[in-house]
């Protein structure tokens, strides 16, 4: 027998499915985002990445990066639209953190325009599944919440200075990607790489490392994003949505554990974050809520926490003084990335930017612990290392982040 309630679900799923075209289930595009913005209406855009997107070495991050110069374009492009901006930018971070701060930093914005990084920090010249799933997660949650996305696609120095190499393997996998979604893609690269080709002196584009631009740089930067977005508008397509990922579905459920949301071992506390930093984008407040926070002046003993999936790393801050950690999944000792045989310390301090003192190097911190494990359920034991740390010593977990099927 069919119920009530099941024939009122029925109808509704059938009204739906007439109105779709009329409806929030209509797919989003970069010529509705400019029809909606020369209307007037408000609209929100945010701007997810890394350093490049931030705006690292250039000489104000907030007028003269890639960012700022798009903002000030789009204000000057739609006059008398109230336009919102978001930077949601921490520098050296990829995809893989992106997918844990997606709802907070970005969708908790409503968005309806998110200029897309991360190409460069995914590793340009990797080809790992993960770090394409994670970037691909990133995308269809975009689009499934009516988010627009462009994605562009950065470069460092050398990318410029060999412009008859072929694209790195990462940017292609981007620009398949975006042809496979509707997305307008900004490469950078070609554009750039012709300007050095035709005599622009890459040094002066990128005068302080071969990582981050000159203003010069930021404006070339600007330039095809510009560009891009107004080809765009001409073309008037709409993204798509397809009902399977192109890469792999290797992160469809993720979860960020906030530590202090449940009862924390001996000997540690709930704190504050720090309020000061290395760097504006570095200033782990603006990332995340209160901290558990292990002592050397209490001896803290160890985290354990249960957490579901392939994939698991931990979010916070350290400074100069932060103490290093063993790490047992599954009750099995995980060495870090690249380590010697029998080394089993991860070092979690910023002594390589600033001298290891109080007060000193403070900064986000993620680490990235292991992306392979098997789909499931799994026990994570973190040990922080005292001997030898200064007796101000803290490590401080604003999550455990844990994803997969």
Request: hydrophobic share 40%; aromatic share 10%; glycine share 10%.
């Amino acid at each position: 027998m069919i119920t009530s309630l099941a024939r009122s679900l029925a109808l509704k799923l059938l009204l739906g499915w007439l109105l779709l075209p009329l409806t929030a289930f209509s797919m989003p595009s970069i010529h509705a985002f400019h029809e909606k913005a020369s209307r007037q209406e408000p609209v929100s855009v945010v701007f997810f990445g890394g350093s490049l997107t931030w705006g690292a070495n250039a000489s104000d991050p907030l007028l003269t990066s890639y960012r700022g110069r798009m903002m000030e374009w789009l204000r000057s492009r739609y006059p008398r639209t109230p336009i919102t901006f978001h930077d949601a930018a921490i520098g050296g971070t990829g995809s893989q953190l992106g997918i844990f701060r997606l709802e907070r930093d970005v969708l908790a914005h409503r968005p309806d325009l998110v200029f897309l990084d991360f190409t460069v920090n995914d590793d340009a010249d990797g080809t790992d599944l993960q770090s394409l799933a994670s970037y691909e997660a990133i995308v269809r949650e975009l689009l499934a919440h009516e988010s627009m996305v462009m994605p562009v696609l950065m470069m460092f120095r050398w990318h410029a200075e060999k412009p008859e190499a072929p694209l790195p393997p990462r940017h292609q996998a981007h620009l398949r990607l975006g042809a496979r979604y509707g997305l307008p893609c900004a490469n950078t690269i070609p554009y750039v790489a012709g300007k050095v080709a035709a005599g622009t002196d890459v040094k002066a584009l990128w005068p302080f490392d071969g990582a981050h631009p000159d203003d010069s740089g930021y404006e070339l930067f600007f330039e095809v994003v510009r560009d891009s977005y107004e080809q765009a508008i001409r073309d008037g397509g709409s993204a798509v949505l397809p009902k399977e990922p192109l890469f792999a579905a290797l992160y469809p459920k993720r979860t960020r554990q906030i530590l202090v949301a449940g009862e924390l071992p001996g000997g540690w506390s709930r704190e504050k974050t720090y309020r000061t930093s290395l760097w504006f984008d570095g200033m782990a407040s603006r990332w995340m809520g209160d901290v558990a926070c292990a002592a050397a002046a209490r001896r803290s003993g160890a985290l354990e926490v249960a957490f579901e999936g392939s994939l698991v790393g931990i979010f916070g801050e350290r400074n100069g003084l932060a103490p290093s950690i063993r790490v047992w999944i599954d009750g099995k000792p995980v060495a870090p990335p690249k380590a010697k045989e029998g080394e089993w310390l991860w070092p979690m301090n910023t002594a390589r930017f600033a001298p290891p003192k109080k007060g000193s190097g403070n900064l986000f911190g993620w680490t990235l612990l292991a992306n392979g494990l098997s789909d499931g359920r799994h026990t994570l034991r973190i040990e922080p290392v005292w001997e030898g740390a200064d007796k101000d010593a803290e490590l401080r977990i604003e999550s455990v982040c844990s994803a997969g099927r």
